[in-house]
């Protein structure tokens, strides 16, 4: 067996297995279905192949190789279209929807760990072609460990305190803390929040946590993610007891309602910790310098 | 294509009709009648009720 097969076979293997291992996340993230894990799988090995030959081609001197890494760009990006249509398309089924920005970010994730497959295929490959089998598997599980730790991402507690806040009536409007929710028309619908409801309070640590929980989008993930790990006291005709995040204009602080249907509080305020930060949400007036100059 | 309207009142359910115009009412003879009619409204509609301050219920689809 000749060096270019190896070298192939191995990014092939190891892209393949990075795509698979990317994907196994807890039970909110999509996908956790058979059929999708299924498809993302095809396509990584698809990803995993180009990146694979590349270097065994260029090094045989077959430059126009190189167009097939232009093919796979548009491959990935209709990876992106792809989900991005089916999510929207699934979205009106939701009782709590995700929202266009978490969607976005879902689709984006999905196009980028395709190229991530590439580069990890390419790496393996090239370095077992140099270097030999063993080398390239080292190198290939190495890149897979370092780029699993980096797609990891913020979450929701490391830019914001999360914990349990108080909510009241005073007539129709509903106040979590200081923070004004919504106007609550019945009578009989206040029962059910005062029997039910459960209060969030999220304090930012910083002007970027302030600016990113001022994303609606980012609001909407909290509540979509809340709702969907302890259920939701609602139906398609009761959107009075839609989840909400509001904003305290002067500080940031996010107030959240919501009627689960685990009442649990502390599963609650796990949920909310772990909602992962939206990349287009994430904002950082703090990086720069009328952002810092303000901040004081 | 699906079209459906947000941020739009619906209607409104009021015991006095007068303070309403340019939606469509529900006259209520009580305070009672007005809720449920209003809580019928909404399921129907799938839309919210909000209370105006002055005895009038509005319907919103948000």
Known sequence: MSNVFWGIATGITVGTLARYLMMRRDVRQYPSYPHAVVNHLSLGFLAATLGAVAIPALAAEEYTAVTFLALAATQFREVRSMERQMLVALEASKLVPRGKDFIEGIARTFEARNYLVLFIAMLTSGITFWLGFLPGIIAGITAVAVVRKLIGGKVIMDIAKVRAGEFRFEEYNLFVEDIHIMNVGLERTRKIYEERAKAVVLEPFNDNGREILANVGQRQAIAHDAASLLGIYRDVDTAEFTPLLRRNKDTGRIGMIILPLEPDIECLLQAVQHVPVLESAIAKPLASRAGRCAAD | ?62
């Open chain 2, 1 to 62: 294509m699906n079209v459906s309207v947000r941020k739009v009142i619906m209607a409104a359910v009021a015991i006095d009709g007068k303070k309403v115009s340019g939606v469509p009412v529900f006259s209520a003879q009580n305070e009672e009648e007005q809720a449920n009619i209003a809580t019928i409204l909404s399921r129907v509609l799938e839309a919210v009720v909000h209370d105006m301050g002055n005895g009038v219920y509005i319907v919103v689809r948000h």
